[in-house]
């Protein structure tokens, strides 16, 4: 479906381009964005919705969120039609028997560490954790819990050659490894050293997440799997009971970049983005018993809530995200369930130019200790924890 409506703009693309029409996109996840049934899965199509606001500025991009079991179907198209002909132009609008909703940002506090929420006896799992952003969170969280966490990623663990000097600077690595090949009499082609170079850097990072866990307080196992692969994640899940006991949280924070417009999308790069976010999340609804877990967090983005050239895929996912929060927590109001839509962070994803393009428009970047604070006060915040959290700058340092 996702797909398919992403296709349908891009064979449109060059009218909306260039001229000031309107496109109008209908999901059903209930009227009010909080869906309590699988028609979270259809949540996506407003993240889409907001990037091509972006993408085809000269049209009007509408997303419309409609009860169709709440209403039945000729009601609800007598109201469909009621708020196109009258509803104004607001970009993000649900339509339910409780009336028409325009979803707000709202300003809220995250509670403090609620003691004895999590602890010694837990067991979290944690998708894309072992690097990156998440790794901070999940660092922040052993030092405050004491808990043990088995980490999925998909790389390897590569160890680091005897003799090779040691270094985080992928370009100094290059060259090493260049000198060390070249000594050796063996003949790499550049894009075999990127690969080379890359690999051991990804497994360093995979190490030093693990011993700063364990400093930090907590226990850390890395299980390399890909969360989309149901057979690999089988194994995973039963190696790490196992060795760990009984999972009792989740944090959900793998996936994957793609970046095209809407007009140059395929449904390859769809597929790529989906398959860790949205592939990955159902895999683990399947196989883990979602009724033991205190804590459930996805690691969402603000591209989902205000869209964002090139990514309406990762919008889409990330907004799917959102909406399957809201299905959990109906189902587990005791846990903390949450869906965190971070905004850029000194460092991750954000290298070097992003950050330049950042500060040009002004835009704040959340720091390591700021993000990781934020995190840890909503997974450790109990039902109090709001379900979808917006996390820019001030947020996290709030």
């Not at 496109?23 to 028609?39: E, K, S």
């Not at 260049?178 to 009499?185: E, F, L, M, N, Q």
Request: charged share 20%.
């Amino acid at each position: 479906m996702h797909a398919d409506a992403v296709a349908a703009l891009k064979s449109a693309s060059p009218q909306l381009e260039t001229q000031s029409g309107a496109v109008i996109l209908l999901q059903d996840t209930g009227g009010l964005f909080q869906p309590q049934d699988h028609r979270a899965w259809r949540g996506g199509l407003s993240g889409l919705a907001r990037t091509a606001a972006r993408e085809f500025t000269a049209a009007t991009i509408r997303l419309i969120d409609i009860d169709m079991a709440g209403f039945g179907t000729s009601l609800a198209a007598s109201h469909l039609v009621e708020e196109l002909l009258t509803g104004g132009t607001a970009p993000t609008t649900g339509l339910s028997p409780a009336g028409r909703y325009v979803p707000q940002d709202r300003d809220f506090t995250l509670p403090r560490n609620q003691p004895g929420r999590l602890g010694l006896q837990d067991v979290i799992l944690v998708t894309g954790g072992a690097r990156g952003v998440t790794a901070d969170c999940v660092i922040e969280l052993a030092r405050r819990t004491g808990a043990r966490f088995a980490l999925l990623g998909r790389s390897p663990v590569t160890p680091w050659p005897d003799g090779l000097p040691t270094t985080t600077n992928e370009k100094t690595l290059r060259g090493a490894l260049a000198k060390a090949a070249k000594a050796a009499g063996e003949k790499i082609t550049p894009a075999a050293l990127n690969t080379r170079a890359r690999a051991l850097l990804s497994g360093a990072e995979i190490r030093e997440t693990l011993t700063a866990i364990g400093q930090a307080g907590g226990e850390a196992r890395y299980i390399p799997a890909d969360v989309s692969d149901p057979a690999a994640l089988t194994q995973a899940l039963a190696d790490i009971r196992a060795d760990l006991g009984e999972i009792t949280g989740l944090v959900h924070g793998a996936g994957v970049l793609a970046d095209k417009l809407i007009r140059e999308k395929t449904p390859e790069q769809i597929a790529r983005v989906f398959g860790p976010k949205i592939g990955g999340l159902d895999a683990l609804l399947t196989q883990l018993d979602t009724s033991k877990l205190k804590t459930i967090a996805f690691f969402s983005s603000v591209a989902a809530r205000y869209g964002n050239a090139g990514q309406a895929d990762y919008a889409m996912a990330n907004e799917i995200l959102n909406r399957m929060a809201w299905w959990l927590k109906s189902t587990h109001p005791d846990a903390a369930v949450t869906s965190i839509n971070w905004g850029p962070w000194d460092g991750g994803m954000v290298d070097d130019g992003l950050h330049a393009k950042f500060a040009e428009l002004g835009v704040a970047l959340i720091s390591k200790p700021a993000g990781a604070n934020a995190f840890a006060d909503a997974v450790l915040a109990g039902p109090a924890c709001p379900v979808e959290i917006v996390a820019g700058a001030e947020i996290a340092h709030g």
